[in-house]
């Protein structure tokens, strides 16, 4: 079962999100391994835009990974049913959601990425009881000043008291990452297994700023402030 979004504009191919990026995909099969492709993979979006890439629209899911396109329509897939492994696939009572976006430019707008943040990881309130508080007056310890990077992970790190903040870059451009910590700092680039690389970077007054190429994926280690 799939939901159809036929589009009133040419679309010679679909951008669909995947693991810290997006990659482009052909709507009008040219081969073979084209034609074979009735659904292929994305995370929270996919978009069809015009070759000009002056507008566009978005699907924005809020959880089916699945989607194909074909001419001028997306159809993203609802259910599937298989029998195997699972017997039960899928049976049963099925809820999903999705926002249409509509917007200027490509798949690069930031109302894209916005739409798809806040279906998938919608604000949450949380009643507490009455308290006086304790500590002093709590800040934002980290913030991300504008551009095209996001927040991949933030965690302890695995060894030693510092903080791990994983950084992506989400438009396939070389950009500057800049970011707003709670005082100067000087912040060593690891690996992924947070291993020290020997890089590091100092920022000027409480800003730190990284360079970061097209889809980079930059893993920082950050000493707490006591």
Same mark, same amino acid.
């Given at each position: 079962?799939?939901?159809?979004? *036929? ?13 810290? =990026?997006?990659? @482009?995909?052909? +709507? ?11 659904? +292929?993979?994305?995370? #929270?979006?996919? &978009?069809?835009?015009?070759?000009? %890439?002056? $507008? ?6 809020? @959880?089916?990974? @699945? $989607? ?10 609802? /259910?599937?049913? *298989? ?7 899928? !049976? ?13 430019? &490509? ?24 308290? =006086?508080?304790? %500590?002093?007056?709590? =800040?934002?310890? /980290?913030?991300?000043?504008?551009? +095209? ?9 695995? &060894? @030693?008291?510092?903080?791990?903040? #994983? ?16 005082? #100067? ?5 690891? &690996? ?15 800003? /730190?700023?990284?360079? !970061? ?14």
């Amino acid at each position: 079962m799939k939901a159809a979004f *036929p589009l009133a504009f040419d679309l010679d191919s679909t951008h669909a999100e995947i693991p810290y =990026a997006v990659i @482009g995909r052909t +709507t009008r099969p040219r081969t073979r391994q084209d034609s074979a492709r009735f659904e +292929t993979p994305m995370q #929270r979006f996919v &978009d069809g835009s015009t070759t000009a %890439g002056d $507008y566009g629209v978005a699907i924005v899911n809020g @959880g089916k990974y @699945g $989607y194909s396109a074909s001419g001028d329509t997306i159809f993203v897939t609802l /259910l599937r049913s *298989p029998k195997s492994p699972d017997a039960h696939a899928d !049976m049963g009572t099925q809820l999903f959601k999705y926002s249409i976006v509509p917007h200027a430019g &490509d798949w690069r707008s930031p109302s894209v990425l916005d739409a798809a943040r806040a279906i998938n990881e919608p604000l949450r309130a949380v009643a507490v009881d009455a308290h =006086a508080g304790k %500590g002093r007056e709590t =800040a934002s310890p /980290l913030t991300i000043i504008g551009g +095209t990077v996001t927040l991949g992970a933030l965690k302890r790190a695995e &060894d @030693g008291d510092a903080w791990i903040v #994983r950084l992506v870059e989400t438009s396939g451009r070389a950009t500057t990452a800049k970011l707003r910590l709670d005082g #100067r700092v000087t912040a060593q680039e690891t &690996d992924l297994l947070e291993r020290p690389t020997g890089v590091t970077f100092t920022s000027r007054g409480s800003v /730190l700023s990284i360079p !970061m190429g097209p889809w980079e994926i930059e893993t920082l280690l950050i000493p707490k402030h006591r």
